[in-house]
T-cell receptor, first 109, second 114 residues
Framework: GQQVMQIPQYQHVQEGEDFTTYCNSS?????IQWYKQRPGGHPVFLIQ?????EVKKQKRLTFQFGEAKKNSSLHITATQTTDVGTYFC?????????FGTGTRLQVFP | NAGVTQTPKFQVLKTGQSMTLQCAQD?????MSWYRQDPGMGLRLIHY???????DQGEVPNGYNVSRSTTEDFPLRLLSAAPSQTSVYFC?????????????FGPGTRLTVL
């Protein structure tokens, strides 16, 4: 079945450093979504990418969808302590939304 | 809109007990899902529904039952709780369609099975 993997599993950064998480699917995706889960909270939708090679920005966050629509990345510029949490990518598989394994980001002040 | 609501927030069960986790949404979403989240395991799909009267299994369905008698409600039943079912359970809903696939999550139920 479809698998969605993310690397790294954990990342610790100093505040102000950049951070990137990578998402890879075993199958081609019609779209990819990104979610953020704060510690103790629930996942919250960040963005959806649909087109091959698409790049979207949200302030310090840059999201990219690969040309083959099998991989994606999330890059955070100049991390802040408010960026702490786990970032998940998710891809549809017919009627299901399959989540990646997640990357937990810790930011030290 | 209340969005997706879940009850209870916390629950402790003994092995062998049964219980129902409640989930409701007021966004008229057709799709609803149940996930469990264990440390380091991400979100794993238990069961999902594409509309009232229709349910299907996800990645880890064993030990759980669901039903969807109305669009709004999607309860998850634990038939005979086991310690391996200790987890955080999230209910989620979304509309139909490529551009409406955004999934909204409930606040979660933290379940401990002793």
């Amino acid at each position: 079945g479809q698998q969605v993997m993310q690397i790294p599993q954990y990342q610790h950064v100093q505040e102000g450093e950049d951070f990137t998480t990578y998402c890879n699917s075993s199958t081609t995706l019609s779209n990819i979504q990104w979610y953020k889960q704060r510690p103790g909270g629930h996942p919250v939708f960040l963005i959806q990418l649909v087109k091959s090679g698409e790049v979207k920005k949200q302030k310090r966050l840059t999201f990219q969808f690969g040309e083959a629509k099998k991989n994606s990345s999330l890059h955070i510029t100049a991390t802040q302590t408010t960026d702490v949490g786990t970032y998940f990518c998710a891809g549809p598989n017919t009627d299901k939304l399959i989540f990646g394994t997640g990357t937990r980001l810790q930011v030290f002040p | 809109n209340a969005g997706v609501t879940q009850t209870p927030k916390f629950q402790v069960l003994k092995t062998g007990q049964s219980m129902t986790l409640q989930c409701a949404q007021d966004m008229n979403h057709e799709y609803m899902s149940w996930y469990r989240q264990d440390p380091g395991m991400g979100l794993r799909l238990i069961h999902y529904s594409v509309g009232a009267g229709i349910t299907d299994q996800g990645e880890v369905p064993n030990g759980y039952n669901v039903s969807r008698s109305t669009t709004e409600d999607f309860p998850l039943r634990l038939l005979s709780a086991a310690p391996s079912q200790t987890s955080v359970y999230f209910c989620a809903s979304r509309g139909r369609g490529l551009l409406t696939d955004t999934q909204y999550f409930g606040p979660g139920t933290r379940l401990t099975v002793l």
